[in-house]
């Protein structure tokens, strides 16, 4: 059974930074994709960045982009979301996924909030 728990969220003020991880079990995943999405209140959820299976190529949301740093331990099946220069509008919950042409599992999300 597939799993994926991520770690790492919680409340940090504007300017700061925070490491978010994901364990993913259950099957070896380097050949899957793997990236994270976030969901607002009251919003939906957005793709935020991926990784591809070989770790070289990377994708960012434009409202991410220079800011966060995905990166991947496919060793560890593990998938890391660095994030520096946090803005209040980076607040909310985000979740780990991992799929081969779609993303097909999710994780129960982590909660990041930053205060302005």
């Known amino acids: 059974q597939v799993q994926l728990v991520e770690s790492g969220g919680g409340l940090v003020q504007a300017g700061g930074s925070l490491r978010l991880s994901c364990a993913a079990s259950g099957r070896t995943f380097s050949s899957y994709v793997m990236g994270w999405f976030r969901q607002a209140p009251g919003k939906e959820r957005e793709f935020v960045a991926s990784?591809?299976?070989?770790?070289?190529?990377?994708y960012y949301a434009d409202s991410v982009r220079g800011r966060f740093t995905i990166s991947r331990d496919s060793t560890k099946n593990m998938v890391y979301l660095q994030m520096n220069s946090l803005k209040p509008e980076d607040t909310a919950v985000y979740y780990c996924?991992?799929?081969?042409?779609?993303?097909?599992?999710w994780g129960q999300g982590t909660q990041v909030t930053v205060s302005s």
């Open positions: 990784i591809s299976k070989t770790g070289v190529n990377t």
């Open positions: 996924t991992v799929g081969r042409g779609v993303f097909d599992y």
